[in-house]
């Protein structure tokens, strides 16, 4: 192969490895202008602080997938009274991406009756919210549920979920079998 060859394919191939080493690790579709703590804190419904304890999807009709986040709150600075609130996300480009385990400082909208949030509201990991905290202050603890009467309050899932779920696994099981057994008839009849 000559030379130039070798460089013309060469060249491309180096530069795209670096531009991938140089790429920012986590990047987003969404741009939203950074208020200061107390706007978000005056603008949002519910500020509270706590850790996820389970995320759900949710498709909706029409709609990306929606993700229903159960949170064990620790601290309120605005609008929650119980110990275990749910938050909606989209699962749109600008949806917040929250994982189980970790502890965060939420900022809520109302819709419907119902708290959403997303990347522009202010949210953020409890561990990078240090000028948050700062700015407005420490909150205040939220006095914890007996455990029984937190899970009736804000708990997913219910029987005929679980019930739905279990359908369609052994549906699919039996799709599955069902499809082995027609190949092998087939085969047997040739």
């Avoid at 991938?20 to 950074?34: F, Q, V």
């Avoid at 609008?79 to 938050?87: D, F, H, L, M």
Wanted: glycine letters at 6%; a negative charge.
């Amino acid at each position: 192969m000559r030379k130039a060859t070798v460089l013309k394919v060469l060249l491309p191939l180096v530069f795209f490895i670096v531009s991938l080493s140089i790429a920012p690790e986590t990047s987003y579709a969404c741009w939203c202008p950074k208020l200061e703590p107390q706007a978000e804190l005056d603008r949002a419904e519910k500020v509270f602080s706590g850790n996820v304890i389970e995320i759900q999807y949710v498709q909706e009709k029409n709609g990306p997938s929606t993700h229903a986040v159960l949170f064990e709150v620790d601290r309120v600075w605005k609008g929650v009274e119980q110990s275990r609130t749910i938050v909606y996300n989209k699962g749109d480009s600008c949806g917040f991406n929250f994982e189980e385990g970790k502890s965060y400082m939420v900022y809520t909208y109302d819709k419907n009756g119902e708290s959403y949030t997303n990347f522009c509201y202010g949210t953020v990991e409890l561990s990078k919210a240090g000028e948050n905290i700062k700015a407005l202050g420490q909150g205040r603890e939220i006095e914890k549920q007996p455990r029984l009467e937190a899970a009736e309050a804000e708990t997913f899932g219910d029987e005929e979920q679980e019930y739905n779920k279990l359908l369609v696994d052994l549906l699919s099981v039996a799709a599955v079998a069902l499809t082995i057994w027609v190949i092998q008839w087939r085969r047997r009849k040739r």
